[in-house]
């Protein structure tokens, strides 16, 4: 497991959205699909995610209106992983940046996601001495 690479567990069919598509349609998205974040693309290529934290955000605590472009709320400098990282590398990178959606990278295109559920999901599927043995050797334990 601590070797298995992100690639077998991410999410393949995660949402994007347009950069100069506005946050009233990204919300739209995120009612009618019940998600919680959109891949954000320009000219076809990934350019940052946007979760419903930065729409609440950007509307309750800034202002912006419904009109307001996705490209100026979402989250740019983003941080990701290659398909073939470590589920556990993953997991900490999760950990080390406090994040809970981490984009999943393939020759320069986004191909997946995977989210701080799964990961709690695919550990609580893991017997706990197995879990605690993986634990273990992440941290030299």
């Known amino acids: 497991m601590s070797n298995t690479p992100v690639s077998k567990f991410m999410m393949k069919n995660f949402k994007s959205i347009s950069s100069t598509s506005t946050i009233e349609d990204a919300a739209k998205i995120f009612y009618d699909e019940n998600i919680s974040s959109l891949m954000v693309l320009e000219d076809e290529s990934f350019r940052g995610i946007i979760t419903e934290k930065d729409l609440m955000a950007s509307t309750l605590v800034f202002g912006h209106k419904k009109d307001t472009q996705v490209k100026n709320i979402m989250t740019a400098s983003l941080v990701h992983v290659e398909s073939n990282v470590s589920i556990m590398d993953a997991a900490n990178i ?8 981490l984009p999943v990278m393939e020759n320069g295109k986004i191909v997946g996601l995977i989210s701080a ?16 043995k993986i634990i273990g050797a992440q941290t030299g334990i």
């Open 117 to 132: 559920i799964d990961l709690m999901i695919l550990f609580s599927m893991i017997k706990e001495e197995d879990l605690l």
């Open 94 to 101: 999760m950990i080390e940046k406090q994040i809970h959606k």
